[in-house]
């Protein structure tokens, strides 16, 4: 019988250094930061987010409809990984039956900022829509931060990532996880869900 850890995979440089350094160029210095998390971060003020997947941040911006699709594209292939060894395929089942990749969105936690203990839901932001998302991932942007580790099962897993690597987990109730505080520096990272 497989554990919860089994469902965890991390993989190293999901995401080339160029595009993690586009990235950031395009959206550290932005004005279109939000809230993120009200009522589940901590600190003096919330941390904060930038929704890159939707079109009216995207619209107009080559540059930014560029990093958006090269960032899916690395993304998809490496949830390619994933799917394969968790959907059973080669048994002739799909227990993954995935249709989207949603609420791609860069977050910033500053010093002192954290985000408490969780499982995901994603609200479409044009139609309120609510998703339970099947798979969360998370990739981190830099390193030049201190705290901020991503705590995962319940402090049974807690992960310092390089900056370009992804951790893919199921997004249910079995897989609570948190943002530690970050004490120095700030955590930049690319979060969304597949639904």
């Known amino acids: 019988m497989k554990s919860l850890d089994d469902y965890i995979m991390v993989i190293d440089d999901i995401l080339p250094q160029?595009?993690?350094?586009?990235?950031?160029?395009?959206?550290?210095?932005?004005?279109?930061?939000?809230?993120?998390?009200?009522?589940?971060?901590?600190?003096?003020?919330?941390?904060?987010?930038?929704?890159?997947?939707?079109?009216?941040?995207?619209?107009?911006?080559?540059?930014?409809?560029?990093?958006?699709?090269?960032?899916?594209?690395?993304?998809?292939?490496?949830?390619?990984?994933?799917?394969?060894?968790?959907?059973?395929?080669?048994?002739?089942?799909?227990?993954?039956?995935?249709?989207?990749?949603?609420?791609?969105r860069i977050i910033k936690y500053k010093k002192g900022q954290s985000l408490s203990k969780h499982t995901d839901k994603y609200t479409d932001p044009d139609t309120n829509s609510e998703f339970w998302p099947v798979v969360t991932f998370t990739i981190n942007l830099n390193e030049n931060y201190s705290g901020g580790e991503l705590d995962l099962l319940d402090g049974a897993h807690i992960f310092k990532a390089k900056s370009g690597q992804c951790i893919f987990f199921p997004a249910n109730f079995l897989y609570p996880h948190a943002i530690n505080t970050v004490t120095r520096g700030i955590r930049y990272s690319l979060v969304g869900w597949f639904v």
């Open 18 to 104: 160029h595009v993690v350094d586009a990235l950031l160029d395009e959206y550290k210095n932005s004005n279109m930061w939000m809230n993120y998390g009200a009522g589940k971060t901590g600190g003096d003020s919330p941390a904060t987010a930038i929704l890159i997947s939707h079109p009216k941040v995207i619209q107009g911006s080559p540059v930014r409809q560029k990093i958006h699709n090269e960032i899916v594209e690395y993304i998809l292939h490496g949830f390619g990984q994933y799917h394969k060894k968790y959907s059973r395929i080669e048994q002739g089942t799909n227990l993954l039956m995935l249709k989207h990749l949603v609420g791609l």
